[in-house]
């Protein structure tokens, strides 16, 4: 019996690369115990991007706000404010694009859309 995890080889005894999935390609090889195609929660996903957007969009204003009216004295000043006011709208942005990703694959998933 041959053992799966060595390496296969020509017949000049060369190894022969794998088969590569994408630009990466696997890293190890399968067990046989997980699925072939992973999934993702979906539902779980636009739930979580759905209520954590509008906060990071408000954290976003509130923080700019907050920014725009610190004076030079004030703690925290005005450069943590403005840091703390991009993170916010980083996040947000990445849970906007989320919530169009997850869209776009429950769509179809259920066939009704491209």
Do not use: K, N, Y
């Amino acid at each position: 019996m041959r053992d799966e995890r060595t390496e296969r080889t020509d017949e000049g005894g060369r190894p022969v690369p794998r088969a590569r999935s994408g630009a990466v390609g696997r890293r190890f090889p399968r067990t046989g115990t997980e699925p072939v195609t992973a999934r993702s929660p979906l539902r779980l996903r636009l739930l979580l991007a759905g209520v954590f957007l509008p906060l990071l969009l408000a954290g976003c204003v509130l923080f700019g706000v907050r920014a725009t009216d610190a004076g030079p004295d004030d703690s925290p000043g005005r450069g943590p404010l403005i840091f703390l006011s991009a993170v916010c709208a980083f996040l947000a942005l990445t849970a906007l694009l989320d919530l169009v990703v997850v869209r776009r694959r429950l769509r179809r998933e259920r066939g009704t859309g491209h």
